[in-house]
């Protein structure tokens, strides 16, 4: 061997005993078996013959290559009913939800960080609680106050108490599934757009006004301008949200017969047409990953700097006789998005019989209720529910240990990436950790269910595992606590960790005494939206759901198909109580951490 080999030898030899390297290979091996590796297990099965294709075809021989899904679904005579009309509503709701979330967040951020609307603290507080309700909560009290007897044989509140039966158009199908999403996803833009304008100089605006503009033509012309980055980040993760979203548009778009993808995907994995399934998952994730690319060519070559050297200055835009009205038109929003949607569904599992919403029909029986065999097919209140509790249970232990798993690859990620800065291995690792992010929920669990409906090697079929429900919520929250992980670990310095190896510790007892401690509360962030993203998660788990495995989401699906809407708002409610005190729990931990 040469010397100018033996040094490279060498060389390779140092970078792969660094403990950021061996960690960041070991998680790029996990990301492609979580991420890649399913992915191409779609790809490959869309493009054979599947055991159910003998039905269709006396020319399917399973395993074999064939291009006979493809030209079904583009080509073939139910095309229009199984892909192009289901892409086609796909499209108009998830352009029409970014557009109108986009609007209304947009504008509560600018009210609450430029003007001096009253009581802005209180409606930041409440402006992100809409997300974290289950996002077809807005669904089903859409339903409860406006569905009508033509569709489903009950009539909700409107009907009730005004005597008029709301149209089929404004019950079900393209309005309210806008509408409803709309205010579940609007947080996103409030978020992203209130970050922007605190760094926004007034001097800008200011600027214009000495100029002569006009407010209006200051917003259109300065203003808007300036926020792009953020308006357009929140369009992308809105619209990439909703496109995948199925709870929603099953439940309010099914009963008239408008499917999108996501619902499409669905039905075809029941009907037993997988490959039909996972080609629409595939077109879900190019759709997605042509909005990115399209942000990235709008907004990658623009300068939007707003903070240089001079003083950065805010000022607050006086809305003079407009403070009250403004205030008016935010806490509506607030109402209608949260405590409206809460009180229609308590009132709804208050009602013995569907119908009836008199003070008479009022009852505890699907909360806390005995069986009774005249009532609900003999099926107990909620807490008393066998079923129910067991569904319960699995929802926590879920969301725990997905929270747990992924915030602590979350801060194992944070390392690899922070301590191998400006190596191409933390380069991949980072922007592989967010893949994931990138592929819709329901394509997502498509992809899972291709891979592991079959056994892979030794490894035995784990459809119908809990196990799997583990795998696929680890994998698809993983971006987030990545980059909960990355922005902890950048706040540890590197002395820190050189100190201990001076001590002579070791690289695991360095990380358990010195880089855990420290992160661990900065990461708090990724595993409480771990927990709440799994605990009310739908989409994801949907095509995955066995009765041994159900969660609570499931079950919530399961008694809207029955027509048992007091059963599954009362489960919905229970969620949002699991989901908030987890919150509140996760929190008080972390703070009793940061005092220690």
Not at 254 to 274: D, E, G, K, M
């Amino acid at each position: 061997m040469n010397e100018s080999a033996s040094l490279f030898v060498n060389r390779l030899g140092l970078k792969l005993r660094q403990p950021q390297v061996i960690l960041g290979l070991l998680l790029l091996v996990v990301l492609a078996g979580l991420v890649v590796v399913p992915f191409l297990q779609l790809v490959h099965d869309t493009a054979v013959w599947q055991e159910a294709d003998r039905r269709m075809s006396r020319l399917a021989e399973p395993g074999d290559w064939t291009l006979f899904h493809y030209l079904r679904v583009f080509a073939g005579p139910l095309s229009v009913n199984i892909f192009y009309r289901p892409l086609i509503h796909s499209l108009a709701t998830s352009l029409t939800i970014a557009l109108t979330a986009m609007l209304l967040g947009g504008l509560m951020a600018w009210l609450v960080v430029r003007t001096d609307m009253p009581f802005k603290k209180t409606i930041a507080v409440f402006a992100v609680i809409p997300y974290v309700l289950p996002s077809y909560t807005l669904a089903l009290a859409w339903l409860d106050f406006f569905k009508n007897e033509r569709i489903g044989g009950a009539v909700g509140i409107c009907s009730y108490l005004f005597g008029v039966s709301p149209p089929d158009w404004l019950a079900y199908g393209f309005v309210p599934i806008v509408i409803t999403l709309s205010l579940h996803y609007y947080p996103f833009t409030y978020l992203l757009v209130s970050g922007a304008l605190v760094s926004l100089d007034s001097n800008l605006e200011e600027s214009g006004e000495v100029l002569g503009a006009s407010r209006f033509r200051i917003l259109r012309r300065i203003t808007f301008p300036l926020m792009l980055p953020a308006l357009i980040s929140a369009f992308i993760l809105t619209f990439s949200r909703a496109v995948g979203t199925f709870g929603t548009p099953y439940f309010l778009g099914a009963p008239v017969r408008y499917f999108t993808l996501s619902t499409t995907i669905y039905s075809s994995i029941v009907n037993r047409t997988p490959a039909v399934a996972y080609i629409g998952a595939l077109v879900l994730i190019l759709i997605s990953m042509v909005i990115i690319y399209l942000n990235q060519k709008v907004i990658g070559e623009k300068s939007f700097v707003t903070i240089a050297g001079k003083g950065l200055l805010r000022r607050v835009t006086l809305l003079g006789r407009w403070r009250w009205p403004a205030f008016s038109l935010m806490a509506a929003l607030i109402g209608i998005a949260v405590f409206v949607p809460l009180l229609l569904l308590l009132w709804q599992t208050l009602m013995l019989y569907p119908n009836d919403y008199s003070l008479g029909n009022l009852t505890l029986h699907y909360w806390i209720g005995k069986s009774q065999a005249t009532l609900a097919e003999g099926e107990s209140g909620i807490l008393r529910n066998a079923q129910i509790l067991g569904s319960a249970w699995n929802s926590i232990c879920l969301s725990v240990i997905v929270a747990l798993v992924t915030g602590m690859m979350g801060i194992l990620i944070g390392y690899a990436v922070v301590r191998g800065r400006k190596t191409r291995l933390a380069a991949v690792l980072e922007q592989g950790s967010f893949l994931p992010y990138l592929i819709p929920s329901i394509a997502f669990g498509a992809i899972y269910l291709a891979l592991f409906s079959k056994s892979i090697g030794p490894l035995p079929p784990l459809y119908g595992t809990f196990l799997l429900l583990v795998l696929v919520c680890v994998a698809k929250n993983l971006p987030f606590s990545a980059r909960s992980g990355i922005s902890s670990m950048m706040q540890v310095a590197g002395e820190l960790e050189e100190a201990g190896m001076m001590a002579g510790a070791t690289w695991l007892q360095r990380f358990r005494r010195i880089i855990l401690p420290l992160t661990l509360a900065g990461s708090l962030s990724g595993f409480i939206l771990a927990f709440i993203s799994t605990m009310r998660e739908l989409s994801l788990i949907i095509l995955l759901i066995t009765p041994e495995t159900r969660t609570l989401t499931t079950m919530t699906f399961r008694y809207v198909e029955q027509g048992y809407s007091q059963f599954a708002d009362a489960i919905i409610l229970l969620i949002v109580l699991l989901v908030v005190g987890g919150e509140f729990l996760a929190r008080r931990i972390g703070g009793k951490r940061e005092t220690i």
